[in-house]
């Protein structure tokens, strides 16, 4: 007995099922609850970013953690590119995180990749008035590589052109004169060798002789230093003394200053009472009575008169 299949219920059971398909995709397309949901940074790169495309990995420490939506040039300045990431949320992006460009093995497929980002700094927001967020960035190997080989070829260029300028025509012919009046030289040297051998051994000689003359000068060197040391002591007692003799003139300066007028006034004193002594034993060898009755008076002259008898 052969068994009928009934082709509507396969055909509606097969629309239904592509139906559900489509309702999943277009679920799953509008934001499903188990798709990833994406921040969006923003990084400004002032090199060139070539092998760089759009959706290349955006790596955090190695790890995939969004991609490359966007890459255009700067419009208020065309030697920088504006990077565009898509990353998911909830990766640490902080204020201290750089992004570098990087190349992936031998293929040269250019990548992002994020670093640092300490754990105590805050998260990275969008300055005011912008739309994203902006990551620093730093120069990638290749563009540090290149500043390094520039600046080498620089100093190359320097240092083939400084040779040039020792190795050039007239230094050359400088040179081949120096080597020439070194060989005169050694030419002469080799010419005067017994001359010079002999000047060397009467140095030597000398010096051997000036040896000797020490070693005998020596005795009479340690003589002279301890005459010196000797001297040395005397003008250290020299000194002593000096210094005692000035002590004395400093008492005699003010035995003069003190004492000297005191005994001044004295002896004019005692010069005053010898005068009136002397003058005093000439009146009494003139007239000794002066002792008892005192000095008489004059007896007036002629037209005088005492005071008493004068008559208006």
């Given at each position: 007995?052969e068994?009928?299949?009934?082709?509507?219920i396969?055909?509606?059971?097969?629309?239904?099922?592509?139906?559900?398909?489509?309702a999943?995709?277009l679920w799953?397309?509008?934001?499903?609850?188990?798709?990833?949901?994406?921040?969006?940074?923003l990084?400004?790169?002032?090199e060139?970013?070539?092998g760089?495309?759009?959706?290349?990995?955006v790596?955090?420490?190695?790890?995939?953690?969004?991609?490359?939506?966007q890459?255009?040039?700067?419009?208020?300045?065309?030697?920088?590119?504006?990077?565009?990431?898509?990353?998911?949320?909830?990766?640490?992006?902080?204020?201290?995180?750089?992004?570098?460009?990087k190349?992936?093995?031998l293929?040269?497929?250019a990548?992002v990749?994020?670093?640092?980002?300490?754990?105590?700094?805050?998260?990275?927001r969008?300055a005011?008035?912008?739309?994203?967020?902006?990551?620093?960035?730093q120069?990638?190997?290749?563009a540090?590589?290149?500043?390094v080989?520039?600046n080498?070829?620089?100093?190359?260029?320097?240092?083939?052109n400084?040779i040039n300028?020792?190795?050039?025509?007239?230094?050359q012919a400088s040179?081949?004169?120096?080597?020439?009046d070194?060989?005169?030289v050694?030419?002469?040297?080799?010419?005067?060798?017994?001359?010079?051998?002999?000047g060397?051994a009467?140095?030597?000689?000398?010096?051997k002789n000036?040896?000797?003359?020490?070693?005998?000068?020596?005795?009479?060197?340690?003589?002279?230093?301890?005459?010196?040391?000797?001297?040395?002591?005397m003008?250290?007692?020299?000194?002593?003394a000096?210094?005692t003799?000035?002590?004395?003139?400093a008492d005699?300066?003010?035995?003069?200053?003190?004492?000297?007028p005191e005994?001044?006034?004295?002896?004019?004193?005692l010069?005053?009472?010898?005068?009136?002594?002397r003058?005093?034993?000439?009146?009494t060898?003139?007239?000794p009575?002066?002792?008892?009755?005192g000095?008489k008076?004059?007896?007036?002259?002629?037209?005088?008169?005492?005071?008493?008898?004068?008559?208006?």
């Amino acid at each position: 007995m052969e068994t009928k299949v009934n082709y509507a219920i396969v055909g509606a059971f097969v629309l239904a099922l592509g139906a559900v398909l489509v309702a999943g995709v277009l679920w799953l397309a509008s934001g499903g609850s188990f798709q990833k949901q994406y921040d969006m940074y923003l990084a400004i790169e002032d090199e060139s970013v070539d092998g760089l495309n759009v959706n290349a990995p955006v790596k955090y420490n190695g790890v995939d953690v969004g991609k490359v939506r966007q890459i255009q040039l700067a419009p208020d300045n065309p030697e920088r590119v504006n990077l565009l990431f898509a990353i998911e949320r909830g990766t640490p992006i902080k204020v201290d995180t750089v992004a570098v460009l990087k190349t992936q093995g031998l293929t040269g497929i250019a990548y992002v990749e994020l670093s640092g980002g300490a754990k105590g700094s805050p998260p990275l927001r969008a300055a005011a008035g912008g739309k994203y967020p902006v990551i620093r960035t730093q120069p990638s190997l290749g563009a540090r590589l290149e500043n390094v080989l520039t600046n080498v070829l620089s100093k190359l260029d320097n240092t083939s052109n400084n040779i040039n300028a020792i190795l050039s025509d007239e230094n050359q012919a400088s040179f081949k004169n120096a080597l020439a009046d070194i060989a005169i030289v050694a030419h002469t040297l080799a010419a005067r060798k017994d001359t010079l051998d002999a000047g060397m051994a009467d140095a030597a000689r000398t010096f051997k002789n000036t040896s000797q003359a020490t070693a005998q000068l020596r005795p009479v060197i340690d003589q002279i230093g301890h005459s010196a040391e000797a001297i040395e002591k005397m003008g250290n007692e020299v000194a002593g003394a000096g210094k005692t003799a000035n002590s004395v003139g400093a008492d005699m300066k003010r035995f003069s200053a003190e004492t000297l007028p005191e005994l001044e006034r004295l002896l004019g004193e005692l010069s005053v009472l010898s005068t009136s002594l002397r003058r005093l034993s000439e009146q009494t060898e003139r007239n000794p009575s002066s002792l008892l009755f005192g000095h008489k008076p004059l007896p007036e002259g002629p037209g005088e008169s005492s005071r008493g008898a004068r008559q208006p």
